[in-house]
């Protein structure tokens, strides 16, 4: 993987796994399936909240999902799914190991 990956890192303050589900389900492709230029997603509970990690194959594949699909669904509002916008952690990502 070259140096071109970019990583996103959302912290939901609050959140539950129940939200994320939900969240989840709005926003991506479908079960077991990833958006288009995303190459990792993990997320789980964290101190205070929720937390999601993904990494893009690049900066310009983050801003398409983020502006065509996450900020859009989101902003409307879904249905069991997070009640905020995430504090936004980025990062350049030097190296992915399998």
């Known amino acids: ?3 071109t990956a970019y990583g996103i890192v959302h ?4 959140g539950t796994k129940e939200q994320y589900e939900a969240s989840i389900a709005a926003v991506h492709p479908g079960e077991g399936r990833l958006p ?3 190459i990792f997603h ?3 509970p ?3 909240g929720w937390t999601i990690l993904a990494v893009h194959d690049s900066k310009a594949s983050w801003e ?4 065509n699909t996450l900020l859009p669904r ?3 509002g879904i249905e069991g ?3 905020s916008m995430p504090e936004e952690t980025v990062i350049d990502v030097y190296k992915i190991m399998p």
């Open 1 to 3: 993987m070259d140096a």
């Open 11 to 14: 912290f939901f303050a609050q």
């Open 36 to 38: 288009a230029g995303q």
């Open 42 to 44: 993990a997320a789980g």
């Open 46 to 48: 964290s101190t205070g």
């Open 64 to 67: 398409q999902f983020r502006d």
């Open 74 to 76: 989101l902003q409307q």
């Open 81 to 83: 799914g997070f009640t």
